[in-house]
């Protein structure tokens, strides 16, 4: 099975390195095309894959295309794709915004289409990704693409219209969280604390604290009262951010991230 991508950016870097290593792909079957020459080099010299700056040509060679550019760039770089497909290939699209409908006007409406969302976590193997199959993919097509997804985190099938949804609490959320992390390490780091060793814990309880949810599948609000003794510290740590709006400002930035998806 040959692998393309349209687009080598750290995205499609992170999907190939997933791939290459869970997937039992070899590099002489992977393609990639980027209109960076610096690009095209770095995936080559990391990956030993074959690299050119000619989309179509890496269309006609792909059993499965991946699209790995920005939504402002995607119909330049879909110029001379539609033609150069060939019959049953399977096209994943992790482009911010670009519909299944959308991406069937480009390239054709029997087109076999996943959409899907990751984030950057992929570069550590950790993405959440969401992915919706066009509804002419055969199950075999589907279990496919959720195969390879998987090679990179979770891939978790989401109907269409929660797309912008994904965005705003996953593909988005590493920023936010990391901002978190910054903060929190800030605050140690003004209670005399190192920053190296700020960071380090602050990163850690995030870490830790994701995994105990997902590992015992209790629900944040049992986890969050686990740790507030009465009259303790943490409730008062609570307190502060209550009154603050935590959540209420983290929900609005969830849906203004989601509402720029839905506009893209």
């Known amino acids: 099975m040959k692998i393309g991508f349209i687009g080598l950016g750290n995205m499609a870097k992170a999907i190939i390195g997933g791939i290459m290593e869970k997937g039992n ?149 590493p920023a936010y969280v990391f901002m978190f992390i910054e903060a929190m390490a800030d605050a140690a780091v003004l209670e005399g604390m190192p920053r190296s060793m700020a960071y380090d814990f602050a990163a850690q309880a995030v870490y830790g604290s994701a995994k105990l949810m997902m590992e015992t599948g209790k629900h944040p609000g049992e986890l969050k009262d686990m740790v507030c003794s009465p009259a303790g510290t943490t409730i008062e740590a609570v307190r502060v951010l209550e009154e603050n709006n935590f959540r209420g400002t983290v929900m609005d930035a969830v849906i203004a991230c989601a509402e720029k998806s839905s506009k893209l």
């Open 25 to 173: 792909i070899e590099a002489n079957e992977i393609i990639g095309a980027d209109v960076s020459k610096e690009a095209c080099d770095a995936a080559a010299e990391k990956y030993g894959i074959q690299t050119c700056a000619d989309n179509a040509m890496v269309a006609e060679n792909s059993d499965v295309l991946v699209l790995a550019v920005k939504p402002q760039f995607l119909k330049q770089a879909l110029v001379g794709v539609k033609e150069a497909l060939k019959p049953n290939v399977i096209v994943i699209s992790i482009v911010a915004g670009k519909t299944l409908d959308y991406l069937k006007e480009e390239l054709g409406e029997d087109v076999s289409i996943v959409r899907c969302m990751p984030n950057t976590p992929a570069l550590v193997g950790e993405s959440c990704t969401a992915f919706t199959p066009s509804e002419k993919m055969s199950e075999s097509q589907i279990a496919i693409a959720q195969e390879l997804l998987n090679c990179f985190g979770k891939a978790i099938p989401v109907p269409e219209r929660l797309m912008d949804a994904v965005v705003g609490v996953s593909g988005s959320a």
